[in-house]
Antibody, heavy 117, light 112 residues
Framework: EVQLVESGGGLVQPGGSLRLSCAAS????????MSWVRQAPGKGLECVAT????????YYVDSVKGRFTISRDNAKTSLSLQMNSLRDEDTAVYYC??????????WGQGTLVTVSS | DVVMTQSPLSLPVTLGQPASISCRSS???????????LSWFLQRPGQSPRRLIY???NRDSGVPDRFSGSGSGTDFTLKISRVEAEDVGFYYC?????????FGQGTKVEVK
């Protein structure tokens, strides 16, 4: 059974940092692009970062470029999102999802990030 | 960025009746490999999204055959042949041809 389990969310002050993790199991992690998708409270879905199978290519939405870094460890089948210089508008549930062009075959349960003073 | 526009944004439905959601992209979604990366998702209240359709018309495993996707270029449609109670929630289209990947605003499907 495919499982994606996010962790690391919480309350952080504006300007602070947080690192999200996603533990993957039940599929050959190293053969899939992986993405982080977020959903602000009461809003729609936004793909914020995507990484290629071997980590050699990374893509970000403009609003997080220079602040967020996506990475992966294929040996540990884990995906990470380092978030720096957090803003109020980064408040959202962050989902880990498999894929890129046909993103979203599998999703985690999400982890809530709240940026507030 | 490619803008994905869904309509309607709210869709009251009668159980057992058909329903249809439209999704239009600001650019053609045909990729250089010839495929068209348009997916549909359902997010039930309090749950993570679930992909229903990928590459326009391919149903994911376990998705009932009452769901079907069609379209080409910039115009796409998700159809439910007979709506069931478990189909209520928000439906999103998403393009995976261009960076960044972008979603439609979402269509809320609810029972009349």
């Amino acid at each position: 059974e495919v499982q994606l389990v996010e962790s690391g969310g919480g309350l952080v002050q504006p300007g602070g940092s947080l690192r999200l993790s996603c533990a993957a199991s039940g599929f050959t992690f190293s053969k899939f692009w992986m993405s982080w998708v977020r959903q602000a409270p009461g809003k729609g879905l936004e793909c914020v970062a995507t990484i290629k199978e071997d980590g050699s290519q990374k893509y970000y939405v403009d609003s997080v470029k220079g602040r967020f870094t996506i990475s992966r460890d294929n040996a540990k089948t884990s995906l990470s999102l380092q978030m720096n210089s957090l803003r109020d508008e980064d408040t959202a549930v962050y989902y880990c999802a498999s894929g890129s062009g046909s993103l979203g075959h599998s999703w985690g349960q999400g982890t809530l990030v709240t940026v507030s003073s | 960025d490619v803008v994905m526009t869904q309509s309607p944004l709210s869709l009251p439905v009668t159980l057992g009746q058909p329903a249809s959601i439209s999704c239009r992209s600001s650019q053609s979604l045909v990729y250089i490999d010839g495929d068209t990366y348009l997916s549909w998702f359902l997010q039930r209240p309090g749950q993570s999204p679930r992909r229903l359709i990928y590459k326009v018309s391919n149903r994911d495993s376990g998705v009932p055959d009452r769901f079907s996707g069609s379209g080409s270029g910039t115009d796409f449609t998700l159809k439910i042949s007979r709506v069931e109670a478990e189909d209520v929630g928000f439906y999103y289209c998403m393009q995976g041809t261009y960076w960044p990947r972008t979603f439609g605003q979402g269509t809320k499907v609810e029972v009349k």
